[in-house]
T-cell receptor, first 115, second 112 residues
Framework: NAGVTQTPKFRVLKTGQSMTLLCAQDMNHEYMYWYRQDPGMGLRLIHYSVGEGTTAKGEVPDGYNVSRLKKQNFLLGLESAAPSQTSVYFC??????????????FGAGTRLSVL | ELKVEQNPLFLSMQEGKNYTIYCNYSTTSDRLYWYRQDPGKSLESLFV?????AVKQEGRLMASLDTKARLSTLHITAAVHDLSATYFCAVDPTGTASKLTFGTGTRLQVTL
C-alpha cells in the first residue's frame, strides 16, 4: 500500500534556484495539502487543493506555487528558493466531507535545505 | 486567527508513570485530531474526536475532548519507552478534515 508518496526525500538548493516537489496519492482522495514543518513549530499549511484543477492558499503561501493537473498528483514549486524556505515539507491527502473516518494521511516528508 | 497551544512542549517521564498533555484552542470546533510523529518520520493518526465529551482509547493512550472549554487532553498511562515521540493535536473548525491547524507539538521522552 503506497498511500502518499513524496519525491524527492532530500534536496539541497542554492539561493535563487528553483525546484518542484511531487506528491502522489493512490487512495482516490479529493483533497490534497502541502505543509511545512519548522523546528519547534507545528505544521503550517502552504497551499491545498479540493479537486483536480483547483488550488487555494493556506497560512503561509508566499514564495510557493502549486498545481493539481491530475487528481492523484499535487506539485509544490519554489521559483526562487530562499534560505527561509529551509524546512521539512509534508504532503497530505484526505477524502472530501465530514465523515467520521475522514482523516489526513501524510507522506514521509521532503527535507529541503537552501544555502 | 485560530490558535492551538499545547503544553508542555517537552516532557521527560519515567517508564511506568502517568501524565497528561493538554491542547487548548481559540475558536469553536467540534473535531480534533491527535497525531504521533517519530523522529525523522511522517505523522501517524492516533485519534479523531468528533464531539463534546468524546473519549477514545488505544493501549496506554486516552484522548478526550471538551468543546465548551476548547480543550483536549491526551493521557498517558504507565508510560513505556515505545511511546517516545512528538504528539500533535490539530483542530478542524470546518468539520471536513480540511485546513487543519496544528499545535506546536509535545516531545515526549520516556526514560528507563
Amino acid at each position: 500500500n503506497a498511500g502518499v508518496t513524496q519525491t524527492p526525500k532530500f534536496r539541497v538548493l542554492k539561493t535563487g534556484q528553483s525546484m518542484t516537489l511531487l506528491c502522489a496519492q493512490d487512495m482516490n482522495h479529493e483533497y490534497m495539502y502541502w505543509y511545512r514543518q519548522d523546528p519547534g513549530m507545528g505544521l503550517r499549511l502552504i497551499h491545498y487543493s479540493v479537486g483536480e484543477g483547483t488550488t487555494a492558499k493556506g497560512e503561509v503561501p508566499d514564495g510557493y506555487n502549486v498545481s493539481r493537473l491530475k487528481k492523484q498528483n499535487f506539485l509544490l514549486g519554489l521559483e526562487s528558493a530562499a534560505p527561509s524556505q529551509t524546512s521539512v515539507y509534508f504532503c497530505a491527502s484526505s477524502y472530501r466531507g465530514a465523515s467520521a473516518k475522514n482523516i489526513q494521511y501524510f507522506g514521509a516528508g521532503t527535507r529541503l535545505s537552501v544555502l | 486567527e485560530l490558535k492551538v497551544e499545547q503544553n508542555p512542549l517537552f516532557l521527560s517521564m519515567q517508564e511506568g508513570k502517568n501524565y497528561t498533555i493538554y491542547c487548548n484552542y481559540s475558536t469553536t470546533s467540534d473535531r480534533l485530531y491527535w497525531y504521533r510523529q517519530d523522529p525523522g518520520k511522517s505523522l501517524e493518526s492516533l485519534f479523531v474526536l468528533l464531539s463534546n465529551g468524546a473519549v477514545k482509547q488505544e493501549g496506554r493512550l486516552m484522548a478526550s475532548l471538551d468543546t465548551k472549554a476548547r480543550l483536549s487532553t491526551l493521557h498517558i498511562t504507565a508510560a513505556v519507552h515505545d511511546l517516545s515521540a512528538t504528539y500533535f493535536c490539530a483542530v478542524d473548525p470546518t468539520g471536513t478534515a480540511s485546513k487543519l491547524t496544528f499545535g506546536t507539538g509535545t516531545r515526549l521522552q520516556v526514560t528507563l
